[in-house]
């Protein structure tokens, strides 16, 4: 642990957390701009850099863009992601009332204190985890990329069926190429296809190259992505305030790391548990949803403590929890090294320093955030015209970095533009991404347990212990919690509209 906190402050490393902090910033505040993009147009960059400035740069920026996502959503009432929606309950009302600096400060702090929270969560439960993984054996693995696979349903939007289809279509882009025993597959004649897809190319494809279509298709309706409104406040006193209810801020912090360390869950889920708790156990309940400060760092909170969170999954269980936390594990799988048990064993000073970073990148997220909040909150008025070709840019350049091959460049197109159509129809990127992912790692642990079953029962395989049992159990129950959560939903949506209809049929025309 010594070693990975004296690689976590070389100065290099220092250098790297505060540019990944500043491109986080900037990426948070323009909505639309997410944390996995950020983290995918970034990685090839770690491609050449050692493994611990790659990831404390890549970690910094999702710290920093998980904060800087309450700009946006305090200032016009516009969530830049799902984990900013519940900050926007808040911050806006407080913006309207002449608070808006204040409830950004306010999530500059909440932000930090979850990010400590998360880290120190991945600091500890991570090798524990890590002790119990060590056990596994390919049923068992395989096992954990089905359970992985269920939950990214969780992610799909509206529909749970989409959401598993499109975990599908991110495996089948992942056997593209030359298989395990060596076969070629899915080429359809097509040379360059036998290696595969690049991995930078193929996530920069998904996550990125359709948020652009989606600004170009907009422009007209929406030339700018945000309008800049200046607002007064006094910093100090804010986090003052904030300060004063250690005990929420801790609540806050707990339920973000819980639901963080449980993969597909992530921070939209931890920030609205969050948020529902707090207004449960807050004495005055008709404050929220006015101007709530504890509304916003409530969320803010349980946001970034989810961030440290997904990481211990991603560590223990080479499960990633979030879709940004898939990119970073592509990023050690581009540096050689395979998240899971023996990540600790082979680099546990790497892990560690992955989690101070971490640490440190919740300091520089809360400096910049509190000392430039103002100036911060004029990017929101880039224009359109200037965006897009940047972000392609970046794009075209991350995608041919790689393997200077410009067939990397039309592939990641190609993904980009098909992932958008998917988009039309309901389909969502993040299940396609984590396909991705996951899929060289359920297909070689499903054909070695095959090999296992020559000598040995199939039931006494897939079946015969009694962590296979628990992982089977965690998939049926994982699938079973989707849908009674969404048949719920559709109710109260139903209710809902139901009762808009009869508000409307007696207001007099």
């Known amino acids: 642990m010594l070693a990975g906190l004296l690689d976590a402050i070389t100065p290099m490393n220092l250098l790297f957390i505060c540019l990944g902090t500043v491109t986080g910033v900037v990426v948070g505040a323009l909505p639309g701009l997410t944390a996995t993009m950020g983290t995918a147009l970034l990685l090839p960059f770690t491609f050449v850099l050692p493994p611990v400035q790659g990831l404390a740069m890549l970690s910094a920026l ?82 954990v990329g089905v359970f992985a696979l269920t939950i990214i349903g969780s992610m799909a939007g509206k529909s749970l069926l989409k959401g598993l289809a499109g975990g ?33 190319a193929a996530l920069i494809g998904i996550f990125a190259l359709p948020q652009v279509l989606n600004m170009v298709a907009d422009r007209r309706q929406r030339p700018y992505v945000a309008r800049y409104t200046r607002q007064p406040g006094v910093a100090l006193q804010t986090v003052k305030q904030v300060a004063a209810k250690p005990l929420h801020l801790l609540r806050a912090g707990l339920i973000g790391a819980f639901v963080g360390i449980l993969p597909g869950a992530g921070s939209p889920v931890a920030s609205l548990v969050a948020y529902n708790e707090t207004v449960r156990w807050s004495r005055d309940k008709s404050r929220f949803g006015k101007g709530a400060l504890e509304g916003v760092t409530a969320s803010e909170t349980a946001g970034n403590a989810a961030a440290g969170g997904a990481m211990v999954p991603l560590v223990a269980l080479g499960v990633p929890g979030s879709a940004p936390a898939a990119v970073i594990m592509g990023a050690l799988l581009l540096q050689g090294m395979q998240p899971g048990p023996d990540l600790f064993s082979t680099n546990g000073s790497l892990v560690y320093a992955f989690a101070f970073s971490i640490l440190i990148a919740g300091v520089t997220t809360y400096m910049l955030g509190s000392l430039m909040s103002r100036a911060i909150a004029r990017m929101v008025s880039v224009p359109i015209r200037l965006l897009a070709p940047l972000i392609l840019f970046l794009s075209t350049v991350g995608a041919f970095a790689i393997r200077n091959h410009m067939f990397d460049v039309y592939m990641m197109l190609a993904l980009g533009i098909g992932v958008w159509l998917l988009m039309k129809i309901g389909f969502h990127p993040g299940p396609i991404g984590l396909g991705v992912i996951l899929g060289p790692i359920v297909e070689p642990a499903l054909l070695q347990s095959l090999a296992i079953v020559e000598s040995s029962s199939m039931p006494a395989v897939f079946l015969g212990s009694v962590t296979n049992i628990v992982l089977i159990t965690l998939t049926v129950a994982s699938l079973c919690w989707i849908i009674v959560s969404r048949r719920k939903d559709r109710k109260k949506d139903a209710a809902d509209t139901t009762a808009d209809e009869s508000s409307g049929e007696k207001t007099p025309a």
Do not use: H
């Open 168 to 200: 599908a279509i991110g495996l089948m882009i992942s056997m593209i190429g030359t298989g395990p025993g060596g076969e070629v597959r899915y080429t359809f004649g097509i040379s360059q296809l036998q290696g595969g897809i690049s991995l930078a």
């Open 62 to 143: 999702y710290v920093a863009s998980m904060f800087a996502d309450s700009i946006p959503a305090c200032l016009v009432n516009t969530p830049g992601t799902p984990s900013a929606m519940a900050t926007a309950l808040d911050g806006f009302p407080l913006t309207k009332q002449g608070k808006g600096q204040q409830a950004i400060v306010a999530s500059a702090f909440s932000s930090f204190v979850g990010t400590t929270i998360g880290a120190l969560a991945f600091l500890f439960l991570a090798a524990p985890l890590t002790a119990i993984a060590l056990t596994f054996g390919p049923p068992e693995f395989f096992w």
